[in-house]
Nanobody
Framework: QVQLVESGGGLVQPGGSLRLSCAASGRLLSGYVMGWYRQAPGKERELVARISSTSTTNYADNVKGRFTISRDNAKNTAYLQMNSLKPEDTAVYYC?????????WGQGTQVTVSS
């Protein structure tokens, strides 16, 4: 059974930075697409960024140039570096691992951007 554990969330002021981590256990995820999603109160879960097994990346338009997704297959971990954070980035951030019909989710980590 695959487990994804997110960490690194918290409270940060507008313009600040956070780095989220997603540590996987139970299976090597080097062949999986790793993604970060977020869900704000009253809104649907949305894709933030994803990275393929060959490190091709995709970003939502509203985070391009501010967020960077990466992965370290040796550590079975994915990261999301978030810079220039805005209040509208406030949400619960979820890690996702996907390979064909297999998909796994973490429990989420809260990110709050507020002064």
């Amino acid at each position: 059974q695959v487990q994804l554990v997110e960490s690194g969330g918290g409270l940060v002021q507008p313009g600040g930075s956070l780095r989220l981590s997603c540590a996987a256990s139970g299976r090597l995820l080097s062949g999986y697409v790793m993604g970060w999603y977020r869900q704000a109160p009253g809104k649907e879960r949305e894709l933030v960024a994803r990275i393929s097994s060959t490190s091709t990346t995709n970003y939502a338009d509203n985070v391009k140039g501010r967020f960077t997704i990466s992965r370290d297959n040796a550590k079975n971990t994915a990261y999301l570096q978030m810079n220039s954070l805005k209040p509208e980035d406030t949400a619960v951030y979820y890690c996702n691992a996907n390979l064909l019909r297999l998909t796994y989710w973490g429990q989420g980590t809260q990110v709050t951007v507020s002064s």
